[in-house]
């Protein structure tokens, strides 16, 4: 399994993982959009961090690590009544850019300084 593959499926885990709380959690249903998004800006800045990468593949990562498991995530919450399918295209969007925008910082924290072509 690639790190990328990983992580994504780490950021996947946790947006079940809250999904699935929030159905038992009245605490935790009312914070869902902040974690929703909160998960894959955390684990998108992991991911840039951990390993010098460039920007491109940083992007790539969070992006990926920000859409799966929002789609996901959602898809299941919208199955077990929590909330509209009009949903999905806007939290999906939303937790995508946390998590190009988690890894954007990741990398820049890094040092930000791997080109793509040296990748």
Same mark, same amino acid.
């Given at each position: 399994?690639?790190?990328?593959?990983?992580?994504?499926?780490i950021a996947l885990i946790l947006q079940l993982a809250m999904v699935l709380t929030s159905q038992a959690s009245s605490a935790v249903a009312n914070l869902s959009g902040l974690f929703g998004m909160g998960i894959p800006l955390v684990v998108g800045w992991f991911y840039a961090?951990?390993?010098?990468?460039?920007?491109k593949e940083a992007s790539t990562g969070g992006v990926l690590i920000g859409a799966v498991g929002a789609a996901i995530g959602l898809v299941v919450a919208i199955a077990l009544g929590g909330g509209s399918w009009s949903l999905l295209?806007?939290?999906?969007?939303?937790?995508?850019? &946390? /998590?190009?925008? $988690?890894?954007?910082?990741?990398?820049?924290?890094?040092?930000?300084?791997? &080109? /793509?072509?040296? $990748?």
């Open positions: 399994m690639t790190r990328q593959r990983r992580y994504v499926l961090v951990r390993r010098g990468l460039s920007l295209p806007l939290g999906t969007a939303a937790s995508t850019f &946390t /998590g190009w925008l $988690g890894a954007f910082l990741g990398w820049t924290v890094k040092g930000g300084r791997k &080109t /793509g072509a040296e $990748g």
